[in-house]
């Protein structure tokens, strides 16, 4: 019966579980549409109270009631927070900070991928700048309400692409050349590497980490692919996932008892999954642990 549940595991990403998650508090970015909001969807069902912090106010306020209605769950909340902007991140956290008595999981969710050549409000490049530095900063802002909190947890939602891209410690705004697919990679493996520091540096608090590949999900992601890719999109689709199935690994990471005892690793498929040696490289993942405090002008130690 078990190979079973592994074998749809593997196929659809599928897992039940009835952990339920009264008395918590969770934090989603990007949650007001694809894998965020099924992933808000599910948390809800399981009694948390539920933070979505969203750049669009009215689209995140559809998804607010919509949730609310399903799940009956009526402490969802919508907080505003725009990733490519570190003032809107700073505001955000400060009202985190300031109204919230704890934190038990955050869920560094939103992307973008593949967009054009821009800059966040700091001047970074946008995919390097919201997949990975604005988390990252957001992260630093609110590690103090989780170590409170812990046992807690933060999920990080990095993808297969990381093996597009690598990180270019002397082009990180890809100032040089850009390539966006590449630049994609790039942000999602940072997103592992910085898995497995924060993962070392919070060992012992009670704070865990890990870092998800959600599967090939059909979401508004892919908005920016050229024809080309899209083409191959429409080839893979019948082999892709549902937003509810793009979202279990995430919510098997938020919930599952025995992830209580790991941190820093990589899962896909609700299970513990391999990755490049490039996203295992303790190195790099440092190298661009300093990086990333001095581009933010932070001091994590
Ligand atoms: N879909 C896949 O096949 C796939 C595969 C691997 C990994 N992933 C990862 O899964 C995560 C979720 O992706 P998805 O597929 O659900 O994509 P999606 O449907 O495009 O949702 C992305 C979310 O991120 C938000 N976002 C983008 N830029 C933001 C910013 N500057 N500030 C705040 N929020 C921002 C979006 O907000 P708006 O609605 O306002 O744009 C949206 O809520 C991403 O990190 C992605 O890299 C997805």
Same mark, same amino acid.
């Given at each position: 019966?078990?190979?079973?549940?592994?074998?749809?595991?593997?196929?659809?990403?599928?897992?039940?579980?009835?952990?339920? !998650?009264?008395? =918590?508090?969770?934090?989603?970015?990007?949650?007001?549409?694809?894998?965020?909001?099924?992933?808000?969807?599910?948390?809800?069902? @399981?009694?948390?109270?539920?933070?979505?912090?969203?750049?669009?106010?009215?689209?995140?306020?559809?998804?607010?009631?919509?949730?609310?209605?399903?799940?009956?769950?009526?402490?969802?909340?919508?907080?505003?927070?725009?990733?490519?902007?570190?003032?809107?991140? @700073?505001?955000?956290?400060?009202?985190?900070?300031?109204?919230?008595?704890?934190?038990?999981?955050?869920?560094?969710?939103?992307?973008?991928?593949?967009?054009?050549?821009? %800059?966040?409000?700091?001047?970074?490049?946008?995919?390097?700048?919201?997949?990975?530095?604005?988390?990252?900063?957001?992260?630093?802002?609110?590690?103090?309400?989780?170590? %409170?909190?812990?046992? &807690?947890?933060?999920?990080?939602?990095?993808?297969?692409?990381?093996?597009?891209?690598?990180?270019?410690?002397?082009?990180?705004?890809?100032?040089?050349?850009?390539?966006?697919?590449?630049?994609?990679?790039? &942000?999602?493996?940072?997103?592992?590497?910085?898995?497995?520091?924060?993962?070392?540096? !919070? =060992?012992?608090?009670?704070?865990?980490?890990?870092?998800?590949?959600?599967?090939?999900?059909?979401?508004?992601?892919?908005?920016?692919?050229?024809?080309?890719?899209?083409?191959?999109?429409?080839?893979?689709?019948?082999?892709? %996932?549902?937003?509810?199935?793009?979202?279990?690994?995430?919510?098997?990471?938020?919930?599952?008892?025995?992830?209580?005892?790991?941190?820093?690793?990589?899962?896909?498929?609700?299970?513990?999954?391999?990755?490049?040696?490039?996203?295992?490289?303790?190195?790099?993942?440092?190298?661009?642990?300093?990086?990333?405090?001095?581009?933010?002008?932070?001091?994590?130690?």
């Amino acid at each position: 019966m078990a190979n079973i549940y592994t074998l749809r595991a593997f196929l659809f990403g599928e897992w039940s579980s009835d952990v339920r !998650l009264d008395g =918590k508090t969770v934090i989603i970015t990007g949650a007001n549409t694809g894998i965020g909001k099924e992933t808000t969807r599910d948390l809800a069902k @399981r009694g948390a109270r539920i933070i979505m912090a969203c750049r669009d106010i009215p689209k995140a306020e559809v998804t607010q009631r919509e949730i609310i209605e399903d799940s009956g769950n009526q402490n969802i909340v919508i907080r505003k927070l725009d990733l490519s902007d570190t003032k809107s991140i @700073r505001e955000f956290a400060e009202i985190i900070n300031n109204e919230e008595k704890q934190l038990h999981i955050l869920i560094n969710n939103a992307g973008v991928m593949m967009c054009p050549y821009s %800059k966040t409000a700091d001047g970074f490049e946008m995919q390097i700048g919201v997949n990975h530095l604005g988390h990252f900063l957001l992260t630093f802002l609110l590690i103090d309400l989780l170590k %409170k909190s812990a046992p &807690s947890r933060i999920i990080l939602l990095s993808s297969m692409a990381h093996s597009w891209g690598t990180i270019k410690l002397d082009d990180i705004n890809s100032e040089k050349s850009y390539h966006s697919r590449r630049v994609y990679g790039q &942000s999602k493996l940072a997103n592992i590497l910085c898995t497995r520091s924060l993962g070392r540096r !919070l =060992k012992d608090t009670g704070v865990t980490v890990y870092a998800v590949h959600p599967g090939i999900v059909r979401t508004e992601l892919k908005r920016h692919m050229n024809l080309g890719l899209l083409f191959l999109w429409k080839v893979v689709r019948p082999f892709t %996932k549902t937003t509810v199935q793009g979202a279990q690994t995430t919510v098997y990471c938020a919930v599952e008892p025995s992830l209580q005892s790991e941190t820093g690793g990589y899962y896909s498929n609700c299970g513990l999954s391999s990755c490049t040696r490039a996203a295992r490289d303790d190195e790099m993942a440092e190298k661009l642990w300093e990086l990333s405090c001095q581009m933010l002008g932070i001091s994590w130690d």
